[in-house]
């Protein structure tokens, strides 16, 4: 993967890794006419391609970047799905948990994702954060008083858990909504939740 910044430079392996994992999930090029997301490749939708600049074909749009390239998928994912968000500190506290923070993100945009891990430190783990889909030193510090409560494992196996309900929860609500989107639900269920190895729990970073 290539350099990303100082931040990133102790957790360069393990971004790599949660990417690496996007990418198989995600796919290559993609341009389903139910899928309001339009053309995609890696996961990385037309728009945003354009929103950090790239200007080329959507079929040949990269995933890593060099000295020539430097606007990519790796880019764009860690800028908007790790870095921005404040997922950044679970790369140490709980690697398992970035992984389903970015996955979420992805598919549903940060705020809902962050929203998410929240109402489930609340429900699952007795916090009292304020559900605003923003991740801060207060949820981190309420994930890490999970952790002392219940020991690391099962911290992160709640999270997961009820995270994933959520999730499958809010796909269920998109085809009640919008029946055209039935056409994803199987495959949406089968692959973006319970994704996370639940066995990666507790695993150093």
């Not at 500190?89 to 992984?99: G, H, N, T």
């Not at 923003?134 to 999270?159: D, I, M």
Request: proline share 4%.
């Amino acid at each position: 993967m290539p350099k990303l910044g100082l931040r990133l430079a102790g957790a360069a392996g393990l971004i790599a890794s949660v990417l690496a994992g996007l990418y198989a999930r995600e796919g290559d090029y993609v341009n389903h006419k139910a899928d309001r997301g339009g053309a995609t490749r890696w996961g990385v939708t037309e728009v945003v391609a354009r929103d950090f600049g790239y200007r080329g074909d959507m079929r040949v749009f990269p995933k890593h970047c060099d000295a020539v390239t430097p606007i990519c998928a790796d880019r764009i994912y860690t800028t908007l799905y790790i870095e921005r968000p404040g997922y950044m500190p679970f790369a140490a506290i709980e690697p398992a948990v970035l992984d389903e923070l970015v996955d979420s993100a992805v598919l549903h945009g940060p705020p809902r994702g962050s929203g998410w891990l929240q109402a489930t430190l609340n429900e699952a783990c007795g916090a009292d954060l304020q559900v605003d889909g923003k991740v801060g030193a207060r949820t981190v510090s309420a994930y890490e008083t999970c952790q002392v409560r219940v020991g690391r494992v099962t911290a992160c196996r709640l999270v997961l858990d009820t995270m994933d309900a959520k999730q499958a929860a809010f796909f269920r609500a998109i085809v009640a909504r919008n029946p055209s989107q039935r056409v994803f639900l199987k495959g949406w269920l089968a692959h973006r939740v319970g994704n996370v190895d639940r066995a990666k729990c507790g695993k150093a970073a």
